[in-house]
Nanobody, 125 residues
């Protein structure tokens, strides 16, 4: 499966953005899809994930209540809606997918087989 992330940009603190992760080659049904981010000089960190085809979603504490991950199966796309953005949300955001991920590994980037290219989100204060 090929993934393409898009939707990043430059916004002000408090603004919203919606990132998209479009898949081709295979349907994302049955895949766990995660969003990760990497700020300059920092390690890649978990942001949010949608567990396989279920309605189960998971969030990092730092984004809980502000970010929402969702799927549009008809468009084979996963979204990350980001509200109330903060300067510390500035990073390159990546989407990733895996079909055989176990739930305990959902936050670990090393467990995802497929990655899209990153999209840069910059939040100014």
């Amino acid at each position: 499966v090929q993934l393409q992330a898009s939707g990043g940009g430059l916004v002000q603190a408090g603004d919203s953005l919606r990132l998209s992760c479009s898949a081709s080659g295979r349907t994302l049904n049955g895949y766990t899809v995660g969003w990760f981010r990497q700020a300059t000089g920092k390690e890649r960190e978990f942001v949010a994930a949608s567990w396989r085809s279920s309605l189960s979603t998971y969030y990092a504490d730092s984004v809980k209540g502000r970010f929402t991950i969702s799927r549009d199966n008809a468009k084979n796309t996963v979204y990350l809606r980001m509200n109330s953005l903060k300067p510390e949300d500035t990073a390159v955001y990546f989407c990733a997918a895996d079909r055989s991920l176990i739930m305990s590994s959902i936050t670990g980037p090393q467990h995802y087989d497929y990655w899209g290219q990153g999209t840069l989100v910059t939040v100014s204060s």
